[in-house]
T-cell receptor, first 113, second 117 residues
Framework: KAGVTQTPRYLIKTRGQQVTLSCSPI?????VSWYQQTPGQGLQFLFE???????NKGNFPGRFSGRQFSNSRSEMNVSTLELGDSALYLC????????????FGSGTRLTVV | QQQVKQSPQSLIVQKGGISIINCAYE??????FPWYQQFPGKGPALLIA?????SEKKEGRFTISFNKSAKQFSLHIMDSQPGDSATYFC????????????????FGAGTQVVVTP
């Protein structure tokens, strides 16, 4: 079956702009989590959605937001981009919130210039 | 602060050798400890996971050892192969009394493993 699909794979944005990243979970998975991966900070949890509701949030500023649709697809948005937002953004899906076995997508590589 | 500490940062092992990666945690509420493998350009992939009610779990060439009293767990890769060259992450999560903590994986900093032919 199809894995977690993230689009786009690569993105270059200018400081101050905003960006929207998309994630389609594995069919049947209802929980979607987002992580930021950077060489300096490693993998950091952004937020998790289940049934269109944010269930859990990491320690990121309010510029980072997300949402989940009724078909479990999720988007994350970063407004007023900063150079430090350059990272690989990973989406992971699982059957339920807190269930074992999160499956990650290949990520969206965001570069802010 | 990093809730899961991972070492070493990098590791070089000969083909056929054993790779050992260690992780330590402080929060005794953690109750799920997965290991992820990541290749360049890919997202992390779940390799093997353990819960604190067992001390060891083996899947193929990969074994997790878990020491609850020491709050440490480790990954052993037996008979290491060049295809095992990747970055490995330990992680931990908990199912707390509220939903605030559910599903939030705390990752270690990662270990880059290189297996030489």
């Amino acid at each position: 079956k199809a894995g977690v699909t993230q689009t786009p794979r690569y993105l270059i944005k200018t400081r101050g702009q905003q960006v929207t990243l998309s994630c389609s979970p594995i069919s049947g998975h209802r929980s979607v989590s987002w992580y930021q991966q950077t060489p300096g900070q490693g993998l950091q949890f952004l937020f998790e959605y289940f049934s269109e509701t944010q269930r859990n949030k990491g320690n990121f500023p309010g510029r980072f937001s997300g949402r989940q649709f009724s078909n479990s697809r999720s988007e994350m948005n970063v407004s007023t981009l900063e150079l430090g937002d350059s990272a690989l953004y990973l989406c992971a899906s699982s059957l339920m919130v807190g269930s074992d076995g999160y499956t990650f997508g290949s990520g969206t590589r965001l570069t802010v210039v | 602060q990093q809730q899961v500490k991972q070492s070493p940062q990098s590791l070089i092992v000969q083909k056929g050798g054993i790779s050992i990666i260690n992780c330590a945690y402080e929060n005794t509420a953690f109750d799920y400890f997965p290991w992820y493998q990541q290749f360049p350009g890919k997202g992390p992939a779940l390799l093997i996971a353990i819960r604190p009610d067992v001390s060891e779990k083996k899947e193929g060439r990969f074994t997790i050892s878990f020491n609850k009293s020491a709050k440490q767990f480790s990954l052993h890769i037996m008979d290491s192969q060049p295809g095992d060259s990747a970055t490995y992450f330990c992680a931990a999560s908990m199912k707390g009394v509220t939903t605030d903590s559910w599903g939030k994986l705390q990752f270690g900093a990662g270990t880059q493993v290189v297996v030489t032919p």
